[in-house]
T-cell receptor, first 114, second 112 residues
Framework: NAGVTQTPKFQVLKTGQSMTLQCAQD?????MYWYRQDPGMGLRLIYY???????DKGEVPNGYNVSRLNKREFSLRLESAAPSQTSVYFC?????????????FGPGTRLTVL | QQQVKQSPQSLIVQKGGIPIINCAYE??????FPWYQQFPGKGPALLIA?????SEKKEGRFTISFNKSAKQFSLHIMDSQPGDSATYFC???????????FGGGTRVLVKP
């Protein structure tokens, strides 16, 4: 099992460009999450999908959109990238959306917006 | 304003030493407190976790101490090894749902 996979690994964008970060899991998990990691701030939740067919905002959703394409895949879209969105993005999944369900993280996408 | 405050930001110890990382929270709605370990270039991975009805939990060389009245918890790494060099994050989860609220992270370096 690959666990949680993310593509691309690295990306450089110019301000105003758009892109989609892809995430897939092969653990048959119901819940999926997108976080961003910035120095000194830990990871912050952008959006999550408690189950297939649902999505909700997390702590820092502005400037992002998500799509739960099916049970396996959860994508994050930047419509008009800004330098403030330079960060490392992590996708995670868990069996269910219950307190204590372990979240498994992908390897991350390092995004730079110039 | 961070809901989970973590200190110190970085820590250097000699092999065999005991790095201690502290976290504090305000929201009493949190009921699950995991610690994640992250190596450079990798995603975080669950290390150990505790619920507030327990004051201490040990898994191998890793121990969580929990003080519910003070709303503080800490991670101790016993007999630390160079392979423990990583960034450690404390986190908290509210009873309803599974959204992780992370502390700012502590970079631990264990010197041989």
């Amino acid at each position: 099992n690959a666990g949680v996979t993310q593509t691309p690994k690295f990306q450089v964008l110019k301000t105003g460009q758009s892109m989609t970060l892809q995430c897939a899991q092969d653990m048959n998990h119901n819940s999926m999450y997108w976080y961003r990691q910035d120095p000194g701030m830990g990871l912050r939740l952008i959006y999550y999908s408690a189950s297939e067919g649902t999505t909700d905002k997390g702590e820092v959703p502005n400037g992002y959109n998500v799509s739960r394409l099916n049970k396996r895949e959860f994508s994050l879209r930047l419509e008009s990238a800004a330098p403030s969105q330079t960060s490392v993005y992590f996708c995670a999944s868990s069996r269910d959306f219950l307190s204590g369900d372990t979240q498994y993280f992908g390897p991350g996408t390092r995004l730079t917006v110039l | 304003q961070q809901q989970v405050k973590q200190s110190p930001q970085s820590l250097i110890v000699q092999k065999g030493g005991i790095p201690i990382i502290n976290c504090a929270y305000e929201n009493t709605a949190f009921d699950y407190f995991p610690w994640y370990q992250q190596f450079p270039g990798k995603g975080p991975a669950l290390l150990i976790a505790i619920r507030p009805d327990v004051s201490e939990k040990k898994e191998g060389r890793f121990t969580i101490s929990f003080n519910k009245s003070a709303k503080q918890f800490s991670l101790h790494i016993m007999d630390s090894q160079p392979g423990d060099s990583a960034t450690y994050f404390c986190a908290a989860v509210k009873a309803a749902g599974n959204k992780l609220t992370f502390g700012g992270g502590t970079r631990v370096l264990v010197k041989p």
